[in-house]
């Protein structure tokens, strides 16, 4: 049958800035992305329903009847077992929201001529950013599971240190780790093809590493942490996604954070993931324009694709930074940084986008890559839709 993970319009704000760039199922919890663990588990390629000025890249593909699926829940075995039971005209619910339904788009946006059957077992899904960080030790282990299911990894060194069972870690093809220590006393440790993890380098489970990325010498690692592919990773990191293509290659300390794609933190680069006053944590929240309290004693940095910071930045507890912010200078910038904003603590600029987009071409090249036209049209009508946001600079 074909599926659709479907975008609602209140979930997808919710979750900005990371998903000005992405639907909500391309966001990295776990392991996988949540539309990678949808097409492994329904054996299928799964297509979008998602913001208009999106879909050229991530497309829909429509039938007369779909199974649509909410682009915010990561599969568990009670919810696939259910979401498989479902027939034409039949919707799985949950406290008035859908989960799943077999039908076309026009039933979806109204319910009518539907059948409605109460999920009763918990969910697993990302409705806050903070979720990304939060659940991602869950997220992670079902997504173990899934991958090395029949599978036998490849030797561990012997230079390795284990603490724990030896069979909470997993190495595919080309997969390297020399001379650290892995710790799964908390979860499982997976270091996905080509990923690598340098000498010197500690680590606690959960923890992912993806394709071709690597920890740098002497790294530390807390769970629950993912890494996604293709980045480079040192310094200490607490509870924590990378989506991928991202660097944090020097010391610093980043914990119960999220960071985008194509961003890149510079040397000494730090967060704050407590407040002093240990109290509970607010965010700017792009649904409500205001920061909402996330009911969280930790939770430190959220940024949207292609930001970075200069050497030293320091972001305080609970920052958001949009898409394509280049961030510098000394002292704490403020806890919501637009999206296209050049500057720091001082008083930012609006970031040109003829210029960011000079930046993000040599970037792409590193990576024998090409920032093409379509992307090029997201970042352009990202860059319309945040200049409420940028007004504060004139």
């Not at 001529?113 to 969910?123: G, M, V």
């Not at 409500?288 to 972001?315: A, E, R």
């Amino acid at each position: 049958m074909n599926v659709i993970l479907f975008d609602q319009e209140n979930s997808w704000k919710n979750l900005l800035p990371l998903t000005y760039t992405r639907p909500v199922s391309e966001i990295r919890i776990g392991i996988l992305t949540i539309k990678q663990k949808w097409d492994a588990e329904l054996n299928t390629n799964c297509s979008y329903s998602t913001k208009n000025f999106l879909s050229k890249k991530f497309l829909l593909k429509e039938q007369p009847e779909s199974l649509f699926i909410n682009a915010t829940l990561c599969p568990t075995p009670s919810l696939l077992t259910e979401i498989k039971k479902l027939k034409p005209l039949q919707a799985l619910i949950k406290n008035n929201e859908v989960l799943a339904l077999v039908g076309e788009a026009r039933h979806l946006k109204a319910l009518t001529d539907i059948e409605k059957i109460e999920f009763k077992d918990a969910i697993l899904n990302v409705a806050n950013v903070w979720d990304v960080f939060q659940k991602n030790g869950d997220a992670l282990k079902l997504d173990f599971e899934l991958l090395t299911k029949n599978k036998r990894s490849q030797p561990l060194s012997n230079t390795v240190t284990v603490i724990g069972d030896k069979n909470l870690i997993f190495l595919e093809k080309n997969a390297k780790a020399e001379a650290c220590i892995f710790n799964t006393s908390g979860g499982p440790i997976y270091l996905a093809k080509d990923a690598e993890v340098m000498e010197g380098s500690a680590v606690r489970g959960p923890f992912a590493l993806g394709e071709h990325s690597a920890l740098k010498l002497n790294t530390k690692i807390y769970g629950a942490t993912t890494i996604g592919p293709h980045c480079k990773v040192g310094g200490e990191v607490n509870n924590s996604v990378i989506f991928g293509f991202t660097n944090k290659a020097h010391d610093g300390f980043l914990g119960n954070s999220v960071l985008g794609e194509w961003c890149n933190l510079g040397a000494d680069t730090n967060n704050s993931n407590l407040k002093n006053n240990y109290g509970n944590i607010k965010l700017f929240n792009y649904l409500h324009v205001k920061p909402v309290d996330t009911g969280l004693q930790f939770c430190g940095l959220i940024m949207g694709d292609h930001s970075k910071s200069g050497i030293n930045t320091m972001f305080n507890t609970g920052t958001v930074v949009g898409v394509g912010a280049n961030i510098y200078g000394g002292s704490f910038p403020p806890t919501h940084i637009p999206s296209f904003s050049w500057g720091g603590s001082e008083g930012f600029e609006t970031y040109r986008l003829d210029k960011m987009f000079e930046t993000a071409e040599k970037v792409f090249e590193r990576r024998s890559l090409k920032l093409d036209i379509t992307e090029k049209e997201i970042l352009s009508e990202i860059f319309e839709k945040t200049k409420e946001f940028r007004n504060q600079f004139k």
